[in-house]
């Protein structure tokens, strides 16, 4: 009897240990993942503070408009709350702006602090000892406060795609273009020809594509990019009425182009709209361009969305972690 109750015990002891282990993968803890919303973040500042002049200046900031889109839509959906009341899932969530005030600061100072309290968490952090020194350091820094918001939010996105990931379509993608990528459960392909793989997420309301296709090599520029995607969706995507296919809105300014690089692969990307020739479909698009090492051929990952009733923000986030998921 003895016996069996210390065999009883080594074994739950063992799978105690297996259950520790299973929640840590890589050094992360599965079981302490930040919350919020897509798109969201938490505002911490005080009261007192948030003046109807401060709420103007960093609103025009955390709400600037996501860029390339066919509507306007911030680009993060706002909770306000005061130090005070930040505690508990308001600590938890993915990403955090707080301004804490001290009058016996010496000093002002601005961190961006990676995984404080959860996995996956960014909190932007300004001290100061005054209301208008802490607002000028939030100007100064706003570009990286964006951009760092915004990774955290594609992060999301991209963990949560690695744990329902569709096996069959990304091994299809490892062999024809030698590429690696994460591709959520749900998308199937559209179309698939020899250098190209169109695949869809439909649903009754919207759309969210993903194009994938290779080119003879060509220089790397806004201009040559746009006209090979054309010539690809002319060819390959028939749009909803007979003669119909996308293309790149001829829009001023648009689509926008940045030279990128993606883990090891240097590119070019652009954000712009797409509408239908013979037809009134449109939406926005992601693109992200890179040549062989040897300039033998270029290949894109192209994500749209179309989705005429609804915000389009988030779906054209889902397309774009799915496009920078790229290996």
């Not at 911030?74 to 969530?93: E, G, K, L, V």
């Not at 490892?174 to 869809?200: N, S």
Request: with cysteine.
């Amino acid at each position: 009897m003895k016996n069996k109750r210390v065999l009883l015990f080594v074994t739950i002891v063992s799978l105690l240990v297996s259950c520790r282990d299973r929640a840590q993968v890589g050094m992360i803890k599965s079981d302490n993942f930040s919350t919020g919303k897509a798109g969201e973040m938490i505002l911490a500042i005080d009261t007192v503070y948030w003046t109807p002049a401060a709420m103007a200046e960093i609103r025009s900031v955390l709400h600037t408009p996501q860029p390339a889109i066919n509507q306007i839509e911030p680009m993060f959906d706002i909770i306000q709350c005061s130090n005070s009341d930040y505690t508990a899932s308001f600590m938890r969530h993915r990403n955090v702006v707080q301004f804490d005030y001290n009058g016996q600061y010496s000093g002002n100072s601005f961190e961006v602090a990676r995984n404080p309290i959860a996995n996956q968490q960014v909190l932007v952090r300004i001290r100061g000892n005054s209301c208008d020194s802490m607002l000028s350091l939030f100007n100064k820094n706003r570009e990286e406060i964006l951009k760092v918001l915004y990774d955290n939010d594609l992060a999301r996105l991209q963990n949560a795609h690695r744990k329902l990931n569709n096996v069959v379509l990304e091994k299809k993608i490892k062999e024809k273009f030698g590429i690696m990528m994460t591709v959520p459960d749900g998308y199937f392909v559209g179309r698939e020809e020899e250098d190209f793989l169109w695949l869809c997420f439909r649903t009754p309301k919207n759309d969210r594509f993903v194009m994938i296709y290779k080119s003879p090599y060509y220089e790397l520029g806004k201009d040559n990019i746009v006209a090979e995607r054309n010539r690809i969706t002319k060819a390959y995507i028939q749009g909803a009425v007979q003669g119909a296919y996308p293309v790149v809105a001829d829009l001023k300014g648009y689509p926008l182009e940045s030279v990128v690089k993606i883990r090891r692969h240097s590119g070019v990307e652009l954000r712009g709209l797409w509408a239908s020739v013979r037809d009134k479909m449109g939406g926005p698009f992601y693109s992200y361009t890179m040549a062989a090492p040897d300039k033998s051929y270029c290949i894109t990952v192209d994500g749209f969305v179309y989705a005429p009733q609804e915000n389009k923000r988030d779906y054209l986030r889902e397309v774009e972690a799915i496009v920078k998921s790229i290996q």
